[in-house]
């Protein structure tokens, strides 16, 4: 088989100098961190994962930091990347009969060919190539993904290895490294966004009252995998319609689609394992009613206002607050909320609206690596920002959502009735009147730059601009760029 160099057969080639240098930059870390040499990260590749006890296996995901580094997705694999950046991809030695089942067996020389790696050798190789290298420390991953509270895939030497395994500098490096995005990387998260979000634009227009949810997840799927190459997304599609829409991760996309209702899609394709993670909130038969409109807009104006003031410098922890707070003044504007703003902040009172941070970094996994690290400030504490997955001032190269929200959901709301404090505030009467709503949540992707945001969602966001796409108008818009 053979496979051109610096190419695959996607829709959006990805140069394997996108890997080279994410090595380069790493290993500029361990020549600052071991100046002296002899030390080279090693990390393990992912696992094949068998369906229950069966002999199939789930669609294999790659391990995200391995990924980062090497570009490859065969499983079973290690990598090393030394101080001068050269990169060794250490392959299985599969038995010759894996070929009738998975076709021609990989060979280090195909593997060099098709990732461009300076060496490619066999597992069991790894310890005499690594010394040969003038190896005599192994740096390996050892930590907390601050979302799950899961510990990474730490590499497992061969048995017996004489190495030394180290697990002071990996972690820490690799994880603050992938929160600031190459040139190069921006391009394929700019085209998985593109993908994605012209997925929305189309199941936004097919969605009817009458259909079922399953019709709107069945139709992204196909559309980001037919015409954009992500064979799989970032996270399984929250397809809500009506009150469904209150559950912030709504599982089933199962039920009926009832006329008069909002939908709240939160869907995005995964490229190569880079992540678009967005959300539409619209009425499923393309007409706003007065109702939808306070809350859509409430939470457009809240998006759009941490879009003009995102920049580097500023605290994501305010952009989070100025959002809630936007959004408070609609409530109390359309006397759901009663009282004074400056009070119910005080209180809290958004926790129970919108009961999730802002948004969150995102690049090779959809909640990306590097919220909550040492160094960095901690998780707020108050109720109504402790939700949020990165209090990090926001800097030049990150890439993050900004996903305002505004939902009636009724174990939140039994929850603030029940608090004294903030049930003067309610308007019972009015909110009644919002039981069934769900939510609206407004999701986009963004890149910071030196001086604002690059919003590489390209979706209806205006009620006119959904009103007209879901009449059938064509669609287009410019990636909005924001000088702040
Ligand atoms: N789709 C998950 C999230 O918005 O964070
Ligand atoms: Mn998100
Ligand atoms: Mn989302």
Redesign the pocket.
């Known amino acids: 088989m053979s496979v051109p160099a610096n190419s695959l057969a996607y829709p959006c080639p990805i140069s394997m100098k996108m890997y080279k240098e994410q090595r380069q930059r790493l290993g500029e870390s361990l020549h600052r961190a071991f100046p002296e040499g002899g030390h080279a990260a090693v990390l393990q590749a992912a696992s094949e994962v068998p369906i229950n006890s069966t002999d199939c296996n789930y669609l294999f995901v790659q391990e995200s930091y391995y990924y980062y580094l090497f570009g490859t997705e065969l499983p079973e694999a290690y990598g090393a990347v030394l101080a001068d950046g050269t990169g060794i991809v250490f392959i299985a030695r599969l038995p010759a009969e894996y070929a009738t089942w998975m076709g021609p067996l990989p060979t280090p020389e195909g593997v060099k060919a098709q990732l461009a790696m300076d060496e490619v050798h066999y597992v069991d190789e790894m310890e005499k190539v690594l010394k040969a290298h003038g190896v005599h420390t192994a740096e390996v991953m050892h930590g907390t993904n601050s979302d799950s509270g899961l510990h990474t895939l730490q590499a497992k030497l061969p048995e017996g290895s004489s190495l030394t395994q180290s697990t002071s500098f990996l972690f820490n490096t690799l994880t603050a490294q992938r929160g600031y995005k190459t040139a190069m990387e921006a391009e394929v998260l700019k085209y998985v966004c593109k993908v994605s979000s012209d997925a929305h634009v189309t199941v936004m227009r097919m969605a009817k009252p009458g259909m079922s949810q399953h019709h709107l997840e069945s139709t992204f799927l196909h559309e980001v995998y037919y015409k954009g190459g992500c064979r799989r997304v970032s ?1 399984t599609c ?1 397809c809500a319609t009506g009150h469904h829409g209150a559950t912030l ?1 709504y599982p089933d996309n199962n039920a009926l689609i009832e006329n008069g209702s909002m939908a709240l899609l ?1 869907m ?1 394709g995964n490229y190569r394992g880079y992540a678009a ?1 967005i ?1 539409c909130s619209f009425p499923v038969n393309g007409k706003f009613t007065e109702a939808q409109k306070i809350i859509y807009n409430a939470v457009l104006d809240a998006h759009d206002k941490v879009m003009r003031a995102m920049k580097p410098g500023v605290q994501w922890v305010d952009m989070h607050l100025l959002a809630i707070r936007t959004i408070c003044t609609h409530l109390i504007a359309a006397g759901l909320l009663k009282g004074d703003l400056d009070v119910m902040m005080k209180k809290e009172i958004m926790q129970y609206f919108q009961p ?1 941070g802002l948004g ?1 970094l995102i690049g090779m996994d ?2 990306d690596v590097g919220g909550y690290m040492e160094g960095y400030p901690e998780r707020p504490t108050k109720k109504d920002c402790c939700r949020l997955r990165t209090a990090r001032p926001v800097e030049e190269g990150m890439y993050m ?1 900004i ?1 305002p929200g505004c939902y009636f959901n009724a174990a939140l709301l039994a929850m603030a009735k029940q608090n004294s404090e903030v049930v003067e505030h309610l308007n019972l009467e009015k909110i009644e009147e919002f039981a069934d709503f769900g939510g609206v949540r407004i ?1 986009s992707d963004v890149l910071v730059t030196k001086d604002g945001v690059v919003n590489y969602t390209v979706v209806p966001r205006t009620v006119e601009e959904i009103e007209r796409t879901m009449a059938g108008a064509e669609f287009s818009k410019d990636i909005e760029v924001y000088h702040n």
Request: without cysteine; charged residues 30%.
């Open positions: 996270y929250i991760h939160d995005g993670d959300t999730h969150h959809v909640h959502t996903e999701e």
